[in-house]
């Protein structure tokens, strides 16, 4: 039996100011560094934070330590912070005059992309 992988809709992007909606680090902002849709998972700046045991690099000359590193989120737990609500919102989607899909938020209808 083929295993048919589900298409997920992206409502984050690089840059995003998101607000983790869920789990131990509920109620914190950041913006997003990177967005792993293989995984479905997303780095946010200074949220998630694991210490990360380097090993000392000659040939680049990284000194080794304890270093501390965003890890990955589920996308589920995170939502979009609106830049006229400055409140968590639902995105949606429209199609412009232009041709042109703009995400929008669904509590005030601000559109998120200039």
């Known amino acids: 039996m083929a295993i048919v992988e589900a298409r997920l809709r992206w409502h984050l992007r690089k840059g995003d100011m998101v607000e983790v909606i869920g789990g131990k680090f509920?109620?914190?902002r950041g913006k997003v560094l990177r967005v792993l849709t293989d995984e479905g998972?997303?780095?946010v700046e200074r949220?998630?934070?694991v210490k990360h045991h380097m090993k000392p690099n000659?040939?680049?000359g990284q000194q080794g330590g304890i270093v501390e590193k965003?890890?990955?989120l589920p996308v589920a737990?995170?939502?979009v912070v609106c830049t006229r609500c400055g409140e968590a919102a639902r995105t949606g989607r429209r199609i412009l005059d232009d041709g042109?899909?703009?995400?929008y938020c669904k509590r005030c209808g601000e559109q998120l992309e200039k």
């Open 58 to 60: 000659i040939a680049k």
């Open 26 to 28: 509920r109620g914190k």
């Open 70 to 72: 965003e890890a990955p």
């Open 41 to 43: 998972r997303v780095i």
């Open 77 to 79: 737990r995170l939502m």
């Open 100 to 103: 042109t899909k703009v995400r």
């Open 47 to 49: 949220v998630n934070l």
